[in-house]
């Protein structure tokens, strides 16, 4: 009676758990951040403010895409104003500034009255946007990668001949992007170009340190800029894109909801040693 008490408690504490997932050996156990948005995108977080900001496809009114932010401390979750289609996200963290891409040009966010005022340097389609001492963005369907920056903006140089859908800039200023034909990074220093991966990318973030990760609707890579490969993190159908709090714990939307990785102690069944058979 004892023993099979024991082995109850223990089956349980290991089984039934579908949601505990296994990246680089940690657990993560997932949390529904958001549900009922329509094919959240291009998701990025203001580490200062602890807010999530992302897209969602609208259907409604005239914008095919909506701009959304969520507090990732309180839950507070609204829609921002004032945007037209907007679609993408970046943030410049030393000067807490929110930039937003719409279908016509870039603005910024006023955290206090939730809406967002056109900046007018380049009055495109924004497709995505990332901050590295100035803002990178690409337009599209042009598919071309710019800088801006003091009021300035110019066509990526590297990437001038090259289509460019996702952008994101290394501590080491090499620049990692992705077309139709996969991702690659440009080494500045080497002035050549690598190929990363063939998988056709649908998110790409940072962490805090500044480690690059992206995102296809097959999983989670990591990109090791030092080796010049790509890190399969972690396997996940249907994902949108991604982002990476401050103490590391992913941040993916998929389909219709938005889902944290949460990092637990609890280990997963797939981490623990295989286990035989006891009969009592
Ligand atoms: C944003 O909201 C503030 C306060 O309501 C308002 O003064 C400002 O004009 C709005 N900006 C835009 C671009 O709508
Ligand atoms: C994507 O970028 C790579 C590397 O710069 C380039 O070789 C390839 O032609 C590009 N693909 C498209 C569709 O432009
Ligand atoms: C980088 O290489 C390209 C050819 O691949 C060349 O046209 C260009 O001038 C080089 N740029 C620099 C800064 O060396």
Request: with cysteine.
């Amino acid at each position: 009676m004892q023993l099979s008490t024991v082995a109850i408690l223990f089956a349980f504490a290991i089984g039934g758990d579908s949601k505990c997932i296994s990246i680089r050996r940690l657990s993560y156990e997932t949390e529904v951040l958001k549900s009922d948005v329509e094919s959240p995108y291009q998701l990025a977080i203001d580490y200062d403010t602890n807010t999530l900001f992302f897209s969602y496809t609208a259907r409604a009114g005239d914008d095919m895409f909506k701009s959304a932010y969520l507090s990732l401390k309180t839950r507070d979750y609204g829609l921002v104003t004032g945007i037209h289609g907007g679609f993408a996200n970046a943030v410049n963290s030393k000067s807490s500034i929110v930039y937003m891409g719409g279908e016509d040009g870039i603005y910024t966010f006023d955290y206090n009255a939730k809406n967002a005022t056109n900046l007018h340097i380049k009055e495109a389609n924004i497709w995505q946007m990332f901050y590295k001492d100035g803002l990178y963005f690409t337009t599209y369907p042009e598919e071309k990668a710019y800088f801006y920056k003091n009021d300035n903006v110019v066509e990526v140089p590297a990437l001038q001949n090259v289509k460019v859908m996702l952008i994101a800039v290394t501590n080491d200023k090499d620049l990692v992007y992705s077309n139709s034909s996969g991702v690659f990074l440009y080494s500045r220093e080497e002035n050549k170009t690598f190929s990363l991966s063939e998988v056709v990318a649908n998110g790409i973030t940072s962490d805090i340190g500044g480690n690059i990760y992206f995102s296809s609707p097959n999983g989670i890579y990591y990109v090791n800029e030092k080796t010049k490969t790509v890190e399969y993190l972690v396997s996940l159908d249907n994902i949108y894109g991604i982002a990476i709090e401050s103490n590391g714990n992913f941040i993916y939307a998929e389909e219709s909801r938005i889902i944290r990785l949460k990092a637990t102690k609890k280990a997963c069944e797939s981490n623990l040693p295989k286990l035989v058979q006891i009969n009592f």
